[in-house]
């Protein structure tokens, strides 16, 4: 697709796709990355040759299917910080407030176990579910149920003793 052509797609479809995207999400930042990268996926790989509704139709899909994306993976990080905290709470009778940081999750995730680390990225912070992760690493969907909730468990242990 040449330069003039992306430009013409950019111009006649972003308004539309950050409109849905916003309207899903209710986040303008985010809708507009999703608009740009439904924009920038339909021009590097998205199929060619289509008609100008058939166009439309396919970059409206992929704007709404990335738009729950998101949706999904922001309804995990919240339900997996609302168990944390309730776990927190029953452990940590002695902790002061702001003890917990951004840094020190990273840092106890980060000194996880490889498979432990790599299990609980996919499911919490990138929103997949046990199946599609037991597809990209080749483990059974059971396997990968058992990791997590190992890596949750060990996530923890860690962060109590932060």
């Not at 738009?67 to 922001?74: A, E, P, T």
């Amino acid at each position: 697709m040449s330069r003039e052509e992306s430009v013409k797609l950019y111009n006649t479809y972003a308004r539309k796709l950050f409109n849905i995207s916003f309207r899903i999400l209710h986040d303008s930042g985010e809708a507009e990355e999703i608009m740009q990268d439904t924009i920038l996926k339909y021009i590097t790989t998205g199929p060619k040759f289509l008609s100008e509704v058939q166009t439309a139709a396919w970059l409206s899909k992929t704007c709404i299917r990335k738009s729950i994306d998101v949706l999904r993976k922001k309804k995990r990080e919240k339900l997996f910080l609302e168990e944390y905290e309730v776990e927190m709470e029953d452990a940590a009778v002695d902790a002061k407030p702001g003890d917990l940081s951004i840094g020190n999750i990273r840092k106890a995730i980060s000194e996880l176990p490889e498979a432990s680390r790599l299990v609980l990225t996919l499911i919490l912070l990138e929103g997949l579910d046990y199946e599609e992760v037991a597809n990209y690493t080749g483990a059974r969907e059971g396997t990968i149920r058992v990791q997590y909730s190992r890596a949750r468990a060990k996530l923890a242990e860690k962060l109590r003793s932060m």
